[in-house]
């Protein structure tokens, strides 16, 4: 670690790429004003944060004790700007390819030919709140929650240099503009106004289907396939003529539920597309 200070900025320079990602991590949590690239950032002045500022330049302290040997004070801290830059240890670069599917609401990241780092990185990037991350599949799953989400996705994988990778992400153009189209759509005034009260007015039909209102046409079919196949009269032979007749009607109210709500899903679809 190398620390480096003027009258304007204090520079924190490491080539522990795990160090630099738990800072980075740190940084996010605690500061507003931070703008940062694949292998950089910084934070700026604010007054708000002095605070955050202390405690994060006590902890750099430490850590340079730690792993130089020697203590360093920061003089003059509250108006400098503070950059913390990731050194590449090596010239050599590794190279990795990353497949990318986009489903109805998350992003999966099949990071089967990449090192656990690199999860660790992009987890970092999209805000590790918003990730799944399965390690024995090695996948990784990014659900947007906001616009700002949305040109995080965007940047990522439109650069190919990150950290020490060179990084080939292979996605589908035309889903990628479909998945953002959708995404759109769904957080607009529009859409949550005329959804919402027809959502509300079919919940007996969501809960007949064991789902909630709100949950997606996938999650609603794949709830009503396994109910019909539980209730169908095929399986009931055995069973009291009582019981037959219950899960007969547990059937039946089952299939209505399931085609009052496919006119609601087709609805939505409808609106989605038809957003430029």
Known sequence: MEITQTLESITIVTDDCD??????????????????????????????????????????????????????EFWLTHHKNIKLIY?????????IDIDIKFEDCRVLFDLKNSEELFAKYLMRGFNDKNCDYFPRQNWLFFTPHSQKDIDT?????????????????????????????????????????????????????????????????????????NLT????????ISLSEETKREYTDKFQKIGLAYEALKPYFQEQKNFINSQG
Do not use: W
Request: hydrophobic share 35%; charged share 25%.
């Open 153 to 225: 996705l965007s940047n990522i994988i439109n650069i190919k240099e990150h950290l020490k990778y060179i990084v080939n992400f292979n996605y589908n153009q035309d889903e990628f503009e479909l998945f953002k189209r959708r995404f759109n759509a769904l957080n607009s005034k529009e859409y949550k106004r005329r959804f919402s009260m027809l959502a509300s007015l079919l919940e007996d039909h969501f809960h007949t289907l064991g789902c909630d209102v709100g949950d997606d046409y996938e999650t609603v079919r794949a709830s009503y396939l």
């Open 229 to 236: 196949k539980m209730y169908h009269p095929d399986r009931q």
């Open 87 to 95: 050194k590449n240890p090596t010239s050599l670069q590794v190279l």
């Open 19 to 72: 160090l630099y990602l738990n800072l980075i991590y740190k940084i996010r949590q605690s500061f507003a004003n931070v703008i940062g690239t694949r292998d950089r950032i910084i934070i700026f002045y604010s007054e708000n944060e002095l605070i955050q500022r202390k405690y994060l330049l006590k902890f750099i302290a430490n850590l340079y004790r730690k792993t130089v040997g020697s203590g360093v």
